[in-house]
């Protein structure tokens, strides 16, 4: 791969990730699903796979695996939550598409992955492996679920929105983990990859605990 090619994806990279710093927050703000959110949501969703797409090919050149497994949690989360919205009636009988368990099936070896990576690492003494070992844990739990969804109906209405929430929420996490990774030094390490999930994780929490009593008159398209 030539250098102008380089240079390229990783501006691609660059523009998208700040689109999707960007258009994020605005999403989630407006959350009644009119169409500040949709237009908002559509080039956050876009960017993502952008970001999604150049760390594939980056991490792949570069032999750099544990940044091509984290790039496909990333993409995990951004597609099942934007699949979520095409598997509204799972609670009425909907089947899952073939798209879905394909997404699926990658996303629980990319967990497995993950896992034996930040087991591996721990096991002899680096204490880095937290990282990959909990964003294993955090996909593989994902991934339980959503294969419970599939096949057995769902007894909440709104679980396509409680997905749809946590996944696009889940992958900016990641994408201000990135941009964090990339301009702040921390000791240990893995202090920097993780604060930002434990930091907005309980907003999180807090949003699908507020649409699990009632998500109003949201409709997402």
């Known amino acids: 791969m030539d250098n102008l090619t380089i240079i390229s994806l ?9 689109l999707a ?24 969703y ?18 750099n695996w544990l940044l091509l497994m984290i790039g496909a949690f990333t993409a995990y989360l951004v597609l099942s939550a934007y699949r979520a919205l095409a598997l509204k009636n799972l ?13 699926l099936i990658a996303s629980a070896i990319s967990a497995a992955a993950l896992i034996i ?6 096991y002899y003494g680096k204490s880095f492996g937290f990282v990959p070992l909990t964003f294993g844990l955090v996909m593989s739990s994902g991934v ?17 929105l409680l997905k749809h929430i946590t996944g696009m929420m889940g992958g900016y996490i990641a994408t201000i983990t990135a941009f964090l990774v990339q301009n702040i030094h921390t000791d240990p390490a893995f202090v920097v990859w993780l604060a930002p999930s434990l930091i ?7 949003t699908v605990r507020k649409f699990k009593k009632g998500p109003g008159k949201i409709k997402l398209t």
């Not at 960007?22 to 956050?44: D, E, K």
């Not at 876009?46 to 032999?63: D, E, K, N, Q």
């Not at 609670?91 to 394909?102: M, N, P, S």
């Open 144 to 160: 339980k679920q959503d294969y419970k969804r599939f096949t057995v109906p769902p007894t909440e209405k709104n679980h396509w």
């Open 21 to 44: 710093l960007l258009a994020g927050p605005i999403a989630m703000v407006n959350q009644n699903g009119g169409q500040i959110h949709r237009i908002s949501g559509r080039i956050y």
């Open 91 to 103: 609670h009425k009988g909907q089947k899952a598409e073939r798209v879905d368990w394909i997404i």
């Open 117 to 122: 990576t930040g087991g591996y690492l721990l």
């Open 46 to 63: 876009w960017s993502m796979i952008v970001i999604c797409l150049t760390t594939l090919v980056l991490s792949i050149y570069r032999s």
């Open 200 to 206: 907005i994780a309980p907003f999180i929490a807090f």
């Open 10 to 18: 990783k501006w691609m990279h660059i523009i998208a990730g700040s």
